[in-house]
């Protein structure tokens, strides 16, 4: 089946650093794309979203960008804190409201 | 914050017993989910329902498991009998069509001894 994968399974900064994140994925036909972040204990959390018709998403401190040309979307977090120490996973789904097939995940480990 | 409220957050059971675990989505939201996350698998979708029906359960062992949504503010996943390759965090999450991603619970810890 489709899956969604990660480039590196850990990523190590420094605390005030930005971090990038990067996941490949394999179906061309998906539509819809989320970031989810995931301590130590707990479920996975929504950072954000973005649907395929959008190149790039700003949030709070993060931003996704896609590029559906080489089926690849990416995680930045600004000004990398203790608190985003965590596992981040990309996932897609064909559109909103479906299934979310999910990648094996990164974790990120911040330094002070 | 709405929340999707999971029960139980740990369940220890010998092999063979049956295991029930409950999920309470977030009020509105009409797609539910049901994943299963091991060290070596990841987080694996077992089904999902929108509306209370269910739309796809290709991913659960159907001999054993089993899901069902009585009503709006219930789902529930059991699974008799329980083997220990069924330790897992099983995670419900819940959803709308109009996107916003889907919330997840805190998740049931099972360990099948």
């Known amino acids: 089946g489709e899956s969604v994968g990660l480039h590196l399974p850990t990523l190590s900064v420094q605390e005030g650093d930005n971090s990038i994140i990067n996941c490949a994925y394999s179906?061309?036909?998906?539509?819809?794309f989320i970031w989810y972040k995931q301590e130590s204990g707990k479920g996975p959390q929504f950072i954000i979203d973005i649907r395929s018709n959008m190149d790039k998403r700003q949030g709070q401190r993060v931003t996704v960008l896609l590029n559906k040309t080489v089926k690849h979307l990416s995680l930045q977090i600004a000004a990398t804190q203790p608190g985003d120490s965590a596992v981040y996973f990309c996932a897609e789904s064909g559109r909103a409201g479906t299934a979310l097939i999910f990648g094996k995940g990164t974790t990120l480990s911040v330094s002070s | 914050d709405a929340r999707v409220t999971q029960t139980p957050r740990h369940k220890v059971t010998e092999m063979g017993q049956e295991v029930t675990m409950r999920c309470q989505p977030i009020l509105g939201h009409n797609t539910v989910f049901w994943y299963r996350q091991t060290m070596m698998q990841g987080l694996e979708l077992l089904a999902y329902f929108r509306n209370r029906a269910p739309l796809d359960d290709s991913g659960m062992p159907k001999d054993r498991f089993s899901a069902e949504m009585p009503d709006a503010t219930l789902a529930t996943l059991k699974i008799q009998p329980s083997e220990p390759r069924d330790s897992a965090v099983y995670f419900c999450?819940?959803?709308?069509?109009?996107?916003?991603?889907?919330?997840f619970g805190s998740g049931t810890r099972l360990t099948v001894v």
């Open positions: 999450a819940s959803g709308a069509l109009t996107g916003g991603g889907y919330t």
């Open positions: 179906n061309s036909a998906s539509d819809y």
